[in-house]
């Protein structure tokens, strides 16, 4: 009964909430400026119809971070950070969804899994959402939820550009570096093939990568 008057609240929200958005009342600017989609992941009862609204209306958002000293969230980073506190359903579909979506100039889908949350002066202010979902929900369900995502979903994110941005940005917990070796074993011997003919670019990435603050 419960689950029946979830769903049913759900859908009349999603339907106000489109309503709105039609005669200009809403705005996607709206959802940004207040945190909405970050408010609605950290709801304990995942209201599945109006996130899928509400990311339809800017797929962007779901890579936005918000800090948590803006006054409208009350934790800092990307929706992500917030439904990992969460359900492992709501877990699972806002992951789903970034990886759908993930791309430049915003981090990475896959790599959202291990996004510091970090302030100006490059201190981290939030764990990543890998690390929230394992303390909330156990570690061995949280890496079956994200095998399985990305066994449906082969190929689903650029090799290269994933390691490369996980070597070099401080903001990425080097977990995200061991994931995306493990998964593709071979992936040193593909960049060493692609620099043989391209020191300039090999040494830039080298520089990169000795200059990357490791954080704990």
Not at 159 to 172: D, G, P, R, T
Not at 201 to 212: F, G
Request: a neutral charge; glycine letters at 6%; proline letters at 4%.
């Amino acid at each position: 009964q419960d689950e029946e008057h979830h769903q049913l609240a759900d859908a009349r929200c999603r339907q106000a909430m489109r309503e709105l958005y039609q005669r200009g009342y809403f705005t996607i600017e709206d959802v940004r400026r207040y945190g909405l989609l970050h408010l609605l992941c950290l709801n304990d009862v995942f209201a599945e119809k109006r996130f899928q609204f509400l990311v339809g209306l800017d797929p962007s958002i779901l890579l936005t971070v918000c800090n948590g000293w803006d006054g409208h969230i009350p934790i800092s980073g990307c929706p992500l950070h917030c439904a990992a506190r969460r359900t492992i359903k709501a877990f699972q579909m806002v992951f789903e969804a970034a990886l759908n979506y993930g791309g430049n100039p915003y981090p990475h889908g896959i790599l959202m899994l291990h996004y510091y949350s970090i302030n100006p002066n490059f201190t981290i202010v939030e764990k990543t959402p890998f690390q929230l979902a394992c303390e909330t929900h156990g570690r061995e369900e949280v890496v079956k939820v994200v095998n399985d995502i990305l066994k449906a979903r082969p190929n689903s994110y650029d090799v290269i550009s994933c390691f490369l941005n996980a070597a070099m940005k401080e903001y990425y917990h080097l977990d995200g570096l061991y994931f995306v070796l493990r998964e593709n074993p071979d992936l040193l011997q593909q960049l060493l093939r692609q620099t043989t003919n391209d020191d300039g670019a090999a040494a830039t990435t080298a520089r990169h990568m000795n200059k990357r603050q490791r954080l704990s």
